[in-house]
């Protein structure tokens, strides 16, 4: 029998919807089964029959923190106090010297954390039947309790910080940059959507400077094919994949109307809008269809294409004949008069 462990996960606030579904692909690139997938408010909860935390917070661009669940109880003191009692804590503090207990809350202004930091603490002291230090810089051991609606949600640490450790290819270190190129955060993000894994082919038709093909390499995939129309853009990607130590690197001048290539396994690309970046004079609807016309011979049945697009696009017309399908879409407001559209397409 597969052995279940739950865990929780504190997702960034700015696009919710966003952040859940890039937690769901990775455990999906990891080939992990998961369960029981809740999200109370930015806290997702999730089931499964691995323990992929340290994936998870090696990739993962809008999670700040993943803990294994010991409990949930009501946010009441006396509920939290009869929970705390009921863990065995000694199986998990084995070969363990010294733990602290950090407290957050989602939205609730009126808890104090460092109150309940103490009791939690003392209480945890008092369980354990071994020596035992606190260390609130370094603990061997971090308890780590949410605060979140009405739960009090409670668990041991896997990973903190991991959106502020997040360390993208920033634009400002790479040696050619151009307006268009896309935020290291998004373009992050967009490589977990496709879910690929490392051994996967990965491209980007639109590829531009490089940002999706450089956060593909940053995760782990070492066969990228980049591809443009602009001759500068695939010099300038090519020198920014070479700072970063890419050496397995095909970049194609080419249009991705027609694309030289017999099959690709993961694809996440920002195609031009016509502003920053040229279409070239064809119609922005056009490049696309045709694209997908050329996606359609190139992937294989359920295959995911990761697409950034602007909101007025009406991207099902353009696809739905062609046998692809949107499984999800994220609207992200760029200025007044733009709002990007992520999109993960599957082949049908
Ligand atoms: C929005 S930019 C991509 C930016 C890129 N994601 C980055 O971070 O640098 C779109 C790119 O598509 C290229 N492009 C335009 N038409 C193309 C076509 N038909 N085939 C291939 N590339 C094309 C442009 O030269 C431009 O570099």
Redesign the pocket.
């Known amino acids: 029998m597969v052995s279940k462990k739950t865990f929780f996960l504190t997702l960034s606030g700015e696009n919710i919807n966003l952040s859940k579904f890039e937690i769901i692909s990775l455990f999906k690139s990891k080939n992990t089964k998961f369960f029981n997938v809740k999200l109370i408010d930015r806290l997702l909860i999730i089931s499964s029959e691995k323990n992929i935390s340290n994936y998870i917070a090696s990739r993962a661009a809008l999670t700040h923190d993943i803990s294994e669940l010991l409990m949930v109880s009501s946010i009441e003191e006396h509920d939290i106090i009869e929970s705390l009692k009921r863990i065995d804590l000694n199986k998990k503090i084995e070969n363990k010297k010294s733990f602290a207990v950090r407290i957050q809350k989602i939205g609730l202004k009126d808890i104090n954390s460092e109150y309940f930091e103490r009791i939690i603490g003392r209480i945890i002291f008092n369980k354990i039947k071994k020596k035992i230090r606190v260390d609130l810089l370094n603990p061997d051991i971090l308890f780590y309790g949410v605060f979140v609606k009405n739960k009090f949600v409670f668990g041991i640490n896997n990973a903190q910080k991991i959106r502020s450790n997040f360390k993208p290819n920033s634009l400002k270190s790479r040696p050619f940059f151009?307006p268009?190129?896309?935020n290291p955060l998004l373009?992050r993000v967009m490589v977990n959507l496709s879910q690929i894994k490392e051994t996967d082919i990965f491209l980007?038709?639109?590829?531009?400077?490089?940002?999706?093909l450089i956060e593909a390499f940053l995760v782990g995939c070492n066969k990228l094919i980049g591809?443009?129309?602009?001759h500068k853009?695939i010099s300038g990607a090519k020198r920014n994949l070479i700072k970063i130590g890419v050496k397995n690197m095909e970049l194609l001048l080419?249009?991705?109307?027609h694309i030289p290539l017999r099959s690709v396994s993961g694809i996440a690309t920002?195609?031009?809008?016509g502003r920053s970046?040229?279409?070239?004079k064809?119609p922005l609807i056009l490049?696309i269809e045709n694209f997908f016309l050329e996606m359609s011979d190139l992937i294989l049945k359920n295959q995911l294409i990761t697409l950034a697009l602007p909101s007025h696009i009406k991207l099902v017309e353009l696809i739905d004949n062609l046998y692809f399908e949107i499984i999800n879409e994220f609207n992200q407001y760029i200025h007044s008069s733009l709002t990007r559209r992520i999109y993960v397409i599957q082949k049908k």
């Open positions: 151009h268009s190129a896309l373009a980007d038709p639109f590829c531009g400077t490089g940002s999706i591809i443009d129309i602009n853009m080419s249009d991705s109307n920002d195609p031009p809008y970046s040229s279409t070239y064809k490049l």
